[in-house]
């Protein structure tokens, strides 16, 4: 299995709501990672998981909590968003921190706010 | 901002023809890296060359590095009309896992 999972593919939410995204890959990759794209702009950077353990938060706002069950599943937490927070969240893996073979992205949750 | 600049912004070509594009960056690096994304959809990687390495190919791909002047260049070669898609170069500096991707080059090949 090559791939990383992302579910869900499309989520429409409100701004009181809260949703989960998740993430899920069997390659025995040690480090997980949630990216923000806006549209026409570069992925930015949010959290870095290496051995299930938080390594990197990029000062992302409370209201995105990540979650790493395990060494397979990723999970982002949504709360109280606001409108700009809608955009495409790509999660993404690496066998190290150095992504020495790459990184592997899932297809992306597209996300929209209202 | 650690993002690099990627030149040019936009780039159209026809089916058959040479597409190059360059980036740059800002301060020492480990690897750089090379993304194609289509159309909204999640990246794919298509490769690395490391900071003692000058020139990778991969297919129709090509890749090189001149640290001295902290750039890139990806050459994709007889291009064809599924290349079409937005390309990104991406490093890692100093800290592991902080992979920062460049402003990206989208590409159009009319076939």
């Known amino acids: 299995d090559t791939e990383v999972t992302q579910t869900p593919k499309h989520l429409v939410m409100g701004m009181t709501n809260k949703k989960s995204l998740k993430c899920e890959q069997h390659?025995?990759?040690?480090?997980m990672y949630w990216y923000k794209q806006k549209a026409k702009k570069p992925p930015e950077l949010m959290f870095v998981?290496?051995?299930?353990?938080?390594?990197i938060n990029e000062s992302v706002p409370s209201r995105f909590s990540p979650e790493c069950p395990n060494s397979s599943l990723l999970n982002l937490h949504l709360h109280a968003l606001q409108p700009e927070d809608s955009a495409l969240y790509l999660c993404?893996?690496?066998?190290?921190?150095?992504?020495?073979?790459?990184?592997?992205f899932g297809s992306g949750t597209r996300l929209t706010v209202v | 901002s650690q993002q690099g600049e990627e030149d040019p912004q936009a780039l159209s070509i026809q089916e058959g023809e040479n597409a190059t594009m360059n980036c740059s960056y800002k301060?020492?690096?480990?690897?750089l890296q090379w993304y194609r994304q289509n159309s909204g959809r999640g990246l794919v990687h298509l490769i690395l060359?490391?900071?003692?390495?000058r020139e990778k190919h991969s297919g129709r791909l090509r890749v090189t590095l001149d640290t001295s002047k902290k750039s890139s260049s990806l050459l994709i070669t007889a291009s064809r009309a599924a290349d079409t898609a937005s390309y990104f170069c991406?490093?890692?500096?100093?800290?592991?896992?902080?992979?920062?991707f460049g402003q990206g080059t989208e590409l159009s090949v009319k076939p």
């Open positions: 301060t020492s690096i480990n690897n």
């Open positions: 060359i490391r900071s003692n390495e």
């Open positions: 991406a490093t890692i500096y100093n800290q592991g896992g902080k992979l920062i």
């Open positions: 390659m025995g990759h040690r480090a």
């Open positions: 998981y290496s051995y299930e353990k938080l390594s």
């Open positions: 993404a893996s690496s066998q190290d921190l150095w992504g020495a073979a790459g990184y592997t």
